[in-house]
């Protein structure tokens, strides 16, 4: 079953907490994003890579963090220090090449209480 | 001029009619453009890749418009399936590629 899983599908969170989200993919791609959308909002990057073991900042990294040990997962840390967690967050996948489309998991929902 | 500016909708159309939605960008360097479909709550599904004029797949056409800097959706015979958010992704900048998302023109289609 090929394609790109994200766990869980919901996640509840205190406040205060750190949380971690998965991401991992069985399609080889080398580059892989976090994404995260709100209502109203278009999606906003927060961090990308292009290859295992290493990463950059998108446009809203504060209060995020990413590690890229394998080529199959990109896990994103919400930390305590992002102000506005809740939201829905999509992992996205593309082979690398300039002008490749990028696929995407099935997202998690992440809500502060 | 935003990056990616789109009309929010909703546009309402009932099932057979033709429905274009536009989408207007900043970057006069872009090569590719894409159009993708989001469901409510779901991820976005890539729906068709603009890399010259246009492109066509079915009941759906894409059209580049380089001089004025904007790309159109055409739907045509609407069916109910296609209600849900049209998202139009254009890259920023050259190179490795990092895409800027569109609010989305949401599409309901009435029987």
């Known amino acids: 079953d090929g394609g790109i899983t994200q766990s869980p599908k919901y996640l509840f969170r205190k406040e205060g907490q750190n949380v971690t989200l998965s991401c991992e993919q069985n399609l080889n791609h080398d580059a892989m994003y976090w994404y995260r959308q709100d209502p109203g909002q278009g999606l906003r990057l927060i961090y990308y890579s292009q290859i295992v073991n290493d990463f950059q900042k998108g446009d809203i990294a504060e209060g995020y963090s990413v590690s890229r040990e394998k080529k199959e997962s990109f896990p994103l840390t919400v930390t305590s220090a992002q102000k506005n967690p809740t939201a829905f967050y999509l992992c996205?996948?593309?082979?690398?090449?300039?002008?490749?489309?990028?696929?995407f998991g099935p997202g998690t929902r992440l809500t502060v209480l | 001029r935003k990056e990616v500016e789109q009309d929010p909708g909703p546009f309402n159309v009932p099932e057979g009619a033709t429905v274009a939605f536009n989408c207007t960008y900043s970057?006069?360097?872009?090569?590719?453009f894409f159009w993708y479909r989001q469901d409510c709550r779901k991820e976005p599904k890539l729906l068709m890749s603009?890399?010259?004029s246009g492109n066509e797949d079915g009941r759906f056409t894409a059209q580049l418009n380089r001089a004025s800097q904007y790309i159109s959706l055409l739907i045509r015979d609407s069916k109910l399936s296609d209600s849900a958010t049209y998202l139009c992704?254009?890259?920023?900048?050259?190179?490795?590629?990092?895409?800027?998302f569109g609010t989305g023109t949401r599409l309901l289609v009435s029987p």
């Open positions: 970057n006069s360097a872009s090569q590719s």
């Open positions: 603009v890399y010259s």
């Open positions: 992704v254009v890259p920023k900048g050259t190179g490795f590629q990092k895409l800027v």
């Open positions: 996205a996948t593309a082979s690398g090449g300039a002008g490749d489309t990028q696929y």
